[in-house]
């Protein structure tokens, strides 16, 4: 017989990583678009988002079984065979991320690192300038802030993807995948239970991202 149970899915560190990355993010907007707020306020939501993303590169290695990229980046093959299984009347479900979310949070990740760091050498050309955008030649703080502004748009087109793809397995998979993502825990049938890394050792590494951002633009 299949037992239903609620088992834990994702650690503390990844939850609080994704939903500070979330305000951060449209907070950039709100700040970079709009002109909530001065633009000093920019630069610190930029470098908290930059420790951010550090974080979680490291802790795709470090991390638990599922926020570890060995756990969730497949081949092409995973991806097609996903893909078919969807259409089929027994449909694949999976513990983390998906083959095909899991490139999605590859390819946010590498958006939302290449945002930030563009922006550490853009300037509007009046008087906001990026904190590193003076130790580089004009030529290259040009390019990084057409990069700034391209990237933003495509940023913002793979945030409504996200969203729209959470909102569809929602309505059209009955998954919730929201709730697990706010409280950790998800209903699984006959699921061992997944390997969890220390959240002190998520604390430690999240301090040395963020001597590491510190480092970088206070040098300069
Ligand atoms: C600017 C906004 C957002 C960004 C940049 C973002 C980014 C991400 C990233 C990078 C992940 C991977 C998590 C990890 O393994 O570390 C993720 C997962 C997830 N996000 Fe977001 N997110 C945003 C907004 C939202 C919103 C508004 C929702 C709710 C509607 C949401 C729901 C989820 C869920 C449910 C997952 C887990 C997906 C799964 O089960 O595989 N996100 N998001
Ligand atoms: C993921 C994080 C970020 C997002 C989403 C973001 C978004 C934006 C947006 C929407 C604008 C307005 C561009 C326009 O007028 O169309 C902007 C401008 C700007 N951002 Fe960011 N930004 C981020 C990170 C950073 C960081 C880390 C820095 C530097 C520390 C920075 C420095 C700047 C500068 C100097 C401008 C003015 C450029 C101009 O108006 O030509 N940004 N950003």
Excluded at 18 to 34: D, P, R
Excluded at 70 to 91: E, H, I, K
Excluded at 104 to 112: D, N, P, R, T
Excluded at 167 to 172: I, T, W
Aim: one cysteine or more; charged letters at 15%; a positive charge.
């Amino acid at each position: 017989m299949n037992v239903v149970k609620s088992i834990r899915l994702w650690d503390l560190p990844t939850r609080a990583f994704h939903w500070s990355l979330a305000v951060l993010i449209a907070l950039q907007y709100a700040t970079g678009e709009f002109h909530f707020l001065d633009m000093r306020w920019h630069f610190w939501f930029g470098y908290a988002t930059l420790a951010l993303v550090a974080f979680r590169v490291l802790w795709g290695f470090a991390g638990s079984q599922t926020s570890r990229f060995a756990d969730f980046v497949r081949g092409p093959a995973a991806v097609w065979r996903y893909l078919r299984a969807q259409a089929s009347t027994n449909p694949q479900r999976h513990l983390g991320h998906n083959p095909l979310g899991g490139w999605s949070v590859l390819v946010l990740l590498a958006s939302i690192a290449v945002q930030a760091v563009s922006g550490l050498f853009s300037s509007d050309d009046i008087d906001t300038d990026g904190p590193l955008a003076a130790r580089v030649s004009d030529h290259t703080v040009k390019f990084m802030t057409r990069v700034h502004h391209w990237n933003e748009n495509v940023l913002l087109i793979l945030v409504g993807l996200h969203i729209v793809a959470v909102v569809l397995y929602l309505l059209v998979k009955r998954d919730n995948l929201v709730a697990p993502m706010l409280t950790g825990r998800k209903a699984a049938v006959d699921a061992r239970p997944l390997r969890f890394a220390s959240a002190w050792l998520a604390l430690v590494l999240f301090v040395l991202c963020i001597a590491a951002v510190a480092a970088l633009v206070w040098r300069a």
